[in-house]
């Protein structure tokens, strides 16, 4: 035992960056999977215990007009299952209303795109906290600010809000910053503002329009699709969006779950990558022990004890490795959870969090403890003859390469030999070739599904057609007027190339278990065009239909079936055109050009096409301030920018990062192989330069082969994120539940053929002609001596 720790101290006295190479690369892999368990469980217990505590309803149906309380009372009490329910009072003003005073300059909320209700705290359920998960009390001339509005606008504690509107002026400080846990992300569409009981009281009636936000809660949180259909057909107020709890917890973390998935994707491929990197770490130790390794075999020394010469060696750099990177990892989780700690609380690392992170670090050193006894294992195939005599190394291939020379007319020298090694020999570059192709797949899936976030075509996963101008006339009392004041303005209007109107009405169908459920109809001309469909097509014929993918799970139907409404005492058969995907209205949504003119419009909505010469943004705002309030008037990318800025903004972030990571280890990568591979090449260089070759045409060959198998993982990797990496994004969406299934992810040629390419190429030769500069140090007469 104690010749055993006196050989692994002095080799690690005499191979220090070796083994302090391979130390690095363990520590990674463990630091890198701890990071990854920490990133998931965190986002999901901190979501879980928000909602603890602020409790979010499992149903909740927003609604603009007058209400009758005992009416809703009245069914809420007969209806089995619940176990709570609160009608709040929210009192709706526009982003101009709000102008913000800070320290250093004084700003207007006017471009904000989300509807903005002031509310009072509730006593017990659906509750505004702090970041420390405590319920907020505002007192009188106080405010509280969603952290949504302070990521957008920057605001600090103790700035002013001034309220301005139907020439009443109020004026508040802040005070805190709330979580909100049903409307913290922009995907929600709405936020609010918490005011003091007095100031509510006050401004109620006097300013803004008010909103009522009826919610249920249940024993069971998945009743909540059911009670809305009930509710639906008791004809109790609905002028306005209904949510149910999944769709609330979904929304609120698809910021958060959209980083642990590209994260957790990335850790994969980085692993893999560090293992390979700890294979020929330990090769390369072997490599120059190998005449020792011979020796211990001739003086009779058994395989298993020569293993474990080494063995004991990389199983203490394992556990050092794995402690470090498990230290490491948890000492900087704050920086991965930073967004998740803002937008749902500070609090402290769940148990969970550390024995998950605990067990997985556990995993990798068992992991990396059998990887190495199988790559040691090669060591059992070394025979006395090879390492003392003929010196032949680990690599016993004894084929050889046609040189071809005599057919190197046009072809230079130095590349016919180079592509002509890298084409025989693939096998001995192909470790290279991997990393290559896996740091071109962990790099470029991450950025288009940044791209498609980004771009407008995103909005028809949306459940809307992509135009410049989206109107939205919002449910209330005043629908149909407002209706007619957004056609007055579009008709008139010559700035207008087309526009397309779409009419929502509620039908009866029945889902896979046979019982009535409610079906909310886009009905137009151009209702299911340009949408993106997993199956089927738009509807052309007026007995046609396209449902969205979430009804087509709950009613159980394709495209091709045929489908039973039931409206105004009639029914009428439809023939299910497509499914198409949508995350609005909860996912539950459905096309027809059919108009149902028996039925009551539920909701109005315009997209807009303008031509050419017309500003977008500023026609929207001209439209907005000539109809006024009660329609939401928004261009298209505007909108998208807004909707989904905060997840946009989290993964440029996390992809600049890989970007990094992706460049330092090809780079690394690089580096090693080609210290490996110069300690094998040693004689053949001698023999080239012995026959006339300098020192600048070898560095020329050894490029031309880095050069060679970096473009052929390059590409293999390009064919590769455009074969798998949709797959990939794919599986997790339809995992979610979120009503997206398919995505086709959207490729920047720039990026992807061109700047990611050359970056890398640039990078693995740059390493290259780094390390070949040690070749001038070798001695053609002691390396043929040897």
Same mark, same amino acid.
């Given at each position: 035992?104690?010749?055993?720790?006196?050989?692994?101290?002095?080799?690690?006295?005499?191979?220090?960056?070796?083994?302090?190479?391979?130390?690095?690369?363990?520590?990674?892999?463990?630091?890198?999977? %701890?990071?990854?368990?920490?990133?998931?469980?965190?986002?999901?217990?901190?979501?879980?215990?928000?909602?603890?505590?602020?409790?979010?309803?499992?149903?909740?149906?927003?609604?603009?007009?007058?209400?009758?309380?005992?009416?809703?009372?009245?069914?809420?009490?007969?209806?089995?299952?619940?176990?709570?329910?609160?009608?709040?009072?929210?009192?709706?003003?526009?982003?101009?209303?709000?102008?913000?005073?800070?320290?250093?300059?004084?700003?207007?909320?006017? =471009?904000?795109?989300?509807?903005?209700?002031?509310?009072?705290?509730?006593?017990?359920?659906?509750?505004?906290?702090?970041?420390?998960?405590?319920?907020?009390?505002?007192?009188?001339?106080?405010?509280?600010?969603?952290?949504?509005?302070?990521?957008?606008?920057?605001?600090?504690?103790?700035?002013?809000?001034?309220?301005?509107?139907?020439?009443?002026?109020?004026?508040?400080?802040?005070?805190?910053?709330?979580?909100?846990?049903?409307?913290?992300?922009?995907?929600?569409?709405?936020?609010?503002? #918490?005011?003091?009981?007095? =100031?509510? =009281?006050?401004?109620?009636?006097?300013?803004?329009?008010?909103?009522?936000?009826?919610?249920?809660?249940?024993?069971?949180?998945?009743?909540?699709?059911?009670?809305?259909?009930?509710?639906?057909?008791?004809?109790?107020?609905?002028?306005?969006?209904?949510?149910?709890?999944?769709?609330?917890?979904?929304?609120?973390?698809?910021?958060?779950?959209?980083?642990?998935?590209?994260?957790?994707? %990335?850790?994969?491929?980085?692993?893999?990558?560090?293992?390979?990197?700890?294979?020929?770490?330990?090769?390369?130790?072997?490599?120059?022990?190998?005449?020792?390794?011979?020796?211990?075999?001739?003086?009779?020394?058994?395989?298993?004890?020569?293993?474990?010469?080494?063995?004991?060696?990389?199983?203490?750099?394992?556990?050092?490795?794995?402690?470090?990177?498990?230290?490491?990892?948890?000492?900087?989780?704050?920086?991965?959870?930073?967004?998740?700690?803002?937008?749902?609380?500070?609090?402290?690392?769940?148990?969970?969090?550390?024995?998950?992170?605990?067990?997985?670090?556990?995993?990798?050193?068992?992991?990396?403890?059998?990887?190495?006894?199988?790559?040691?294992?090669?060591?059992?195939?070394?025979?006395?003859?090879?390492?003392?005599?003929?010196?032949?190394?680990?690599?016993?291939?004894?084929?050889?390469?046609?040189?071809?020379?005599?057919?190197?007319?046009?072809?230079? %020298?130095?590349?016919?030999?180079?592509?002509?090694?890298? *084409?025989?020999? *693939?096998?001995?570059?192909?470790?290279? *070739?991997?990393?290559?192709?896996?740091?071109?797949?962990?790099?470029?899936?991450?950025?288009?599904?940044?791209?498609?976030?980004?771009?407008?075509?995103?909005?028809?996963?949306?459940?809307?057609?992509?135009?410049?101008?989206?109107?939205?006339?919002?449910?209330?009392?005043?629908?149909?007027?407002?209706?007619?004041?957004?056609?007055?303005?579009?008709?008139?209007?010559?700035?207008?190339?087309?526009?397309?109107?779409?009419?929502?009405?509620?039908?009866?169908?029945?889902?896979?278990?046979?019982?009535?459920?409610?079906?909310?109809?886009?009905?137009?001309?151009?209702?299911?065009?340009?949408?993106?469909?997993?199956?089927?097509?738009?509807?052309?014929?007026?007995?046609?239909?396209?449902?969205?993918?979430?009804?087509?799970?709950?009613?159980?139907?394709?495209?091709?079936?045929?489908?039973?409404?039931?409206?105004?005492?009639?029914?009428?058969?439809?023939?299910?055109?497509?499914?198409?995907?949508?995350?609005?209205?909860?996912?539950?949504?459905?096309?027809?050009?059919?108009?149902?003119?028996?039925?009551?419009?539920?909701?109005?909505?315009?997209?807009?096409?303008?031509?050419?010469?017309?500003?977008?943004?500023?026609?929207?705002?001209?439209?907005?301030?000539?109809?006024?309030?009660?329609?939401?008037?928004?261009?298209?990318?505007? *909108?998208?920018?807004?909707?989904?800025?905060?997840?946009?903004?989290? #993964?440029?972030?996390?992809?600049?990062?890989?970007?990094?990571?992706?460049?330092?280890?090809?780079?690394?990568?690089?580096?090693?192989?080609?210290?490996?591979?110069?300690?094998?090449?040693?004689?053949?260089?001698?023999?080239?330069?012995?026959?006339?070759?300098?020192?600048?045409?070898?560095?020329?060959?050894?490029?031309?082969?880095?050069?060679?198998?970096?473009?052929?993982?390059?590409?293999?990797?390009?064919?590769?994120?455009?074969?798998?990496?949709?797959?990939?994004?794919?599986?997790?969406?339809?995992?979610?539940?979120?009503?997206?299934?398919?995505?086709?992810?959207?490729?920047?040629?720039?990026?992807?053929?061109?700047?990611?390419?050359?970056? #890398?190429?640039?990078?693995?030769?740059?390493?290259?002609?780094?390390?070949?500069?040690?070749?001038?140090?070798?001695?053609?007469?002691?390396?043929?001596?040897?």
């Amino acid at each position: 035992m104690e010749m055993n720790w006196l050989i692994v101290k002095n080799d690690f006295k005499r191979n220090k960056v070796i083994n302090l190479a391979l130390l690095l690369f363990m520590m990674f892999s463990a630091g890198l999977a %701890v990071s990854s368990v920490i990133m998931g469980v965190q986002t999901f217990t901190s979501i879980s215990e928000l909602y603890e505590k602020a409790q979010p309803p499992h149903f909740l149906q927003m609604h603009k007009g007058e209400i009758n309380q005992e009416k809703i009372d009245a069914f809420m009490s007969d209806y089995e299952g619940i176990t709570y329910w609160q009608t709040i009072t929210m009192i709706n003003v526009h982003g101009e209303s709000l102008t913000v005073v800070g320290n250093k300059d004084t700003y207007n909320l006017f =471009d904000c795109r989300l509807g903005i209700g002031l509310v009072k705290q509730n006593e017990t359920k659906d509750l505004l906290l702090n970041s420390k998960h405590e319920k907020v009390i505002i007192d009188e001339g106080e405010i509280g600010i969603p952290v949504l509005l302070k990521e957008m606008y920057g605001m600090e504690i103790g700035d002013h809000v001034i309220l301005t509107h139907n020439d009443v002026q109020k004026k508040f400080v802040i005070k805190e910053f709330i979580l909100d846990s049903q409307m913290n992300s922009p995907m929600v569409s709405s936020t609010r503002i #918490l005011l003091s009981h007095e =100031d509510f =009281d006050m401004l109620k009636g006097q300013v803004g329009e008010k909103e009522y936000l009826i919610e249920a809660y249940f024993t069971n949180s998945k009743e909540a699709s059911d009670f809305q259909t009930a509710y639906e057909n008791a004809g109790l107020p609905q002028n306005g969006q209904a949510v149910t709890y999944a769709m609330i917890f979904l929304l609120s973390a698809i910021t958060d779950i959209t980083t642990v998935f590209v994260l957790l994707l %990335v850790s994969i491929l980085l692993i893999i990558v560090s293992f390979i990197c700890v294979k020929f770490t330990i090769m390369a130790a072997l490599e120059e022990e190998f005449t020792e390794i011979g020796t211990m075999k001739a003086i009779g020394l058994p395989f298993a004890d020569i293993r474990d010469i080494y063995l004991n060696k990389y199983r203490i750099l394992a556990m050092v490795g794995v402690i470090i990177g498990y230290i490491l990892a948890l000492s900087t989780s704050s920086i991965f959870t930073n967004h998740i700690r803002t937008t749902f609380g500070n609090i402290r690392m769940s148990p969970a969090v550390v024995i998950l992170s605990l067990v997985v670090g556990c995993f990798v050193f068992l992991l990396i403890n059998y990887y190495c006894k199988k790559v040691l294992k090669k060591i059992k195939k070394v025979t006395v003859v090879d390492a003392l005599v003929r010196g032949k190394g680990f690599d016993k291939d004894n084929g050889h390469i046609k040189d071809g020379l005599y057919k190197s007319k046009k072809l230079p %020298v130095n590349w016919l030999m180079a592509i002509r090694e890298v *084409f025989y020999k *693939f096998k001995n570059w192909i470790i290279v *070739f991997a990393v290559v192709l896996i740091a071109v797949l962990m790099i470029m899936v991450p950025v288009n599904l940044m791209n498609t976030f980004e771009v407008p075509e995103f909005i028809t996963y949306m459940g809307s057609s992509l135009e410049d101008i989206l109107i939205e006339v919002e449910n209330g009392e005043n629908l149909e007027t407002n209706y007619g004041r957004v056609i007055q303005v579009l008709e008139s209007d010559a700035g207008i190339e087309s526009y397309y109107e779409y009419r929502r009405v509620r039908v009866q169908t029945t889902d896979a278990e046979d019982e009535l459920k409610n079906l909310h109809i886009d009905s137009g001309d151009n209702s299911g065009n340009q949408l993106k469909y997993i199956s089927g097509k738009a509807p052309d014929e007026e007995n046609e239909i396209a449902i969205s993918y979430l009804n087509a799970n709950e009613i159980g139907k394709d495209a091709g079936d045929t489908i039973v409404l039931f409206y105004d005492d009639k029914e009428k058969e439809f023939v299910i055109s497509g499914i198409y995907q949508d995350v609005t209205s909860g996912g539950y949504t459905a096309k027809s050009k059919y108009d149902f003119s028996e039925l009551t419009s539920e909701k109005y909505s315009f997209s807009v096409n303008l031509k050419d010469n017309i500003e977008v943004e500023k026609k929207a705002d001209e439209w907005s301030e000539i109809i006024g309030p009660g329609v939401t008037v928004d261009p298209m990318e505007a *909108f998208i920018n807004q909707t989904l800025g905060g997840v946009v903004k989290q #993964l440029k972030t996390i992809v600049s990062l890989i970007v990094i990571i992706g460049a330092c280890l090809v780079m690394l990568i690089t580096v090693l192989f080609l210290k490996l591979r110069l300690a094998k090449d040693l004689s053949e260089i001698a023999v080239l330069k012995a026959i006339g070759f300098s020192e600048l045409d070898i560095k020329k060959q050894y490029l031309i082969k880095i050069g060679c198998i970096s473009i052929a993982g390059i590409l293999a990797g390009i064919i590769l994120t455009d074969v798998l990496g949709e797959k990939i994004v794919n599986l997790v969406l339809s995992i979610s539940g979120l009503g997206v299934k398919k995505v086709e992810l959207i490729v920047d040629p720039l990026v992807q053929y061109i700047l990611v390419p050359l970056l #890398l190429l640039t990078l693995m030769l740059l390493a290259t002609w780094i390390v070949l500069r040690t070749i001038k140090r070798y001695n053609i007469i002691s390396i043929i001596n040897e």
